[in-house]
């Protein structure tokens, strides 16, 4: 089975700071048909999930460009410049091939 | 706009059954996959299948076969899932998610969530 392991398990950040998040798969993700299905969620409290980034780097409709996400093969990172209140949650990385989440990576105040 | 509501709360007791509705609105329900995703309180997302909305085939991750089922009442535009014998551990928020396109990205639009509480 694929494992997505995401560093780190909490971020503390500051407003207006870069943040960095990092999802490692045990295998490529690398689709026969040469794509790759790795998006990132944001759960904010209380809230239902919301889709960030899909196809590794492809911003879903609304999503601010302050959200970059980069990566390739096995190694995909989500950056978040000058991060804003709204931004604080739960991040979560998801493969779509063999359908599998992270475990998720906590944004926070420092 | 695209809107998918899910039905409230439940409170259950082990060995009973609840049912789940998702309904949508705001677009062609048959042209786009529901999917349904489980969280257990405190901990991560867990994806739990899904249901080709246009031929009715529910296809289910191996964590959830058995006695978690996907149906559909298409002319209502919605989407249901029922879990038949529960279990404490089955106690969890769970979402349904509407595909982006036709099949993918697979989680575009969410519902609320539904939180079933499995309790004696």
């Known amino acids: 089975d694929v494992v997505l392991t995401q560093t780190p398990v909490a971020q503390p950040v500051t407003l207006g700071d870069q943040a960095s998040i990092s999802c490692r798969s045990s295998q490529s993700l690398v689709h026969s048909n040469g794509n790759t299905y790795l998006e990132w969620y944001l759960q904010k409290p209380g809230q239902s999930p919301q889709l960030l980034i899909y196809?590794?780097?492809n911003r879903f409709s609304g999503v601010p460009d302050r959200f970059i996400g980069s990566g390739s093969g096995s190694d995909f990172t989500l950056k978040i410049s000058r991060v804003e209140p709204e931004d604080l949650g739960v991040y979560y990385c998801?493969?779509?091939?063999?359908?599998?989440f992270g475990a998720g990576t906590k944004l926070e105040l420092k | 706009q695209i809107q998918l509501v899910q039905s409230g709360p439940e409170l259950k007791k082990p060995g009973e059954s609840v049912k789940i509705s998702c309904k949508a609105s705001?677009?062609?329900?048959?042209?786009?996959?529901m999917h349904w995703v489980k969280q257990a309180p405190g901990k991560g997302l867990k994806w739990m299948g899904w249901?080709?909305?246009?031929?009715?085939?529910?296809t289910y991750a191996d964590d959830f076969k058995g006695r978690f089922v996907f149906s559909l009442e298409a002319s209502a535009s919605t989407a249901n899932l029922q879990i038949s014998n529960l279990k404490n551990e089955d106690t969890a928020t769970y979402f349904c998610?509407?595909?982006?396109?036709?099949?993918?990205?697979?989680?575009?639009?969410w519902g609320q969530g539904t939180l079933v509480t499995v309790s004696s």
């Open positions: 249901i080709n909305t246009y031929t009715g085939k529910p």
């Open positions: 705001g677009y062609t329900f048959t042209d786009y996959a």
């Open positions: 196809k590794v780097s």
């Open positions: 998801f493969q779509a091939t063999l359908y599998t």
């Open positions: 998610a509407r595909s982006g396109t036709r099949v993918y990205p697979p989680f575009a639009y």
